[in-house]
């Protein structure tokens, strides 16, 4: 009888050993990392990827979103924060050497809510208040372009198209076909929006992207650049779908109605 009480005492505390919060993360994706930190679980981070927002003393794995499985395994971590970016090779490496491997994906604004949910959970923390990003009605049409100067935008299937949405914008990259489109010179000329959205990476201002823009021998003749209706918004929330992508919507509206 005591041999039974001692075995269902050893399997209670291995339960609750094993629920509480992990104090050792490896985080192998960048907006994984900005959920985390957004959580208040930064200090829980040993590692991330050199393109992760995270404090400077936390180490940085080379090789990214597929690190060496054994520089993983020597930090210790308690549990491995990935995305299916990382290849699923990598990953079954992990779980073979005994790591947890939590694979966390978020490709929509809903898919982000769900995921701060799950490593909310995760980390032992509240849960987060999510603002609200349900689709405005569709109004003025517009071009999202990666860099005063590129084509490169974003279509339907990603969290970028859905932020137009929210905004109460009309994607025109929706008809270009892909979730990555390349707007060519003679697509924007026949779309004409009636706004630009330019997503920098640098300090761009409004002005400098402007005169970019007056300069190019095409987009010049756009009716937005011509009246000026550009908008410059940081280009981390179009390409990352992380938490400030869930507020970029509103605010994104408030630059537009600027103009």
Partial sequence: MLRAVLFFALCFMA?????????????????????????????SLVAVTPFCEAAENITRLPGGIQPEAE??????????L????????????????GLRVEVIDADSLGGI???????????GVAAPT????????PG??????????????????TH??????????????AEAGGPWPQLGEEFLLAADPDVIIVADYGQADRESVLQILRAHPVRQHLAAVRAGRVVVFPAPVFSVPGPAALE????????????
């Fill in 71 to 80: 520089a993983v395994l020597g930090l210790a971590p308690e549990v491995v």
């Fill in 160 to 173: 970028a198209h859905e932020i137009l949405e929210a905004a109460g914008l009309r994607n025109i990259a």
């Fill in 130 to 137: 999510i603002p609200d990003s349900t689709k405005s009605a």
């Fill in 140 to 157: 003025k049409s517009v071009a999202l372009l990666f860099g005063a100067d590129t084509g490169y935008s974003a279509g339907c299937g």
């Fill in 113 to 123: 809510r769900e995921a701060q949910h799950r490593l909310a959970g995760l980390l």
């Fill in 82 to 97: 990935a995305t299916s970016m990382t290849p699923a090779a990598t990953r079954e490496q992990l779980a073979r050497l």
């Fill in 248 to 259: 970029a919507g509103a605010a994104l509206r408030a630059e537009v109605e600027k103009l």
């Fill in 15 to 43: 339960s609750s050993a094993s629920a509480a919060p992990p104090e050792r993360v490896v985080s192998l994706a960048p907006n994984l990392t900005q959920m985390v930190v957004a959580l208040g679980g930064e200090d």
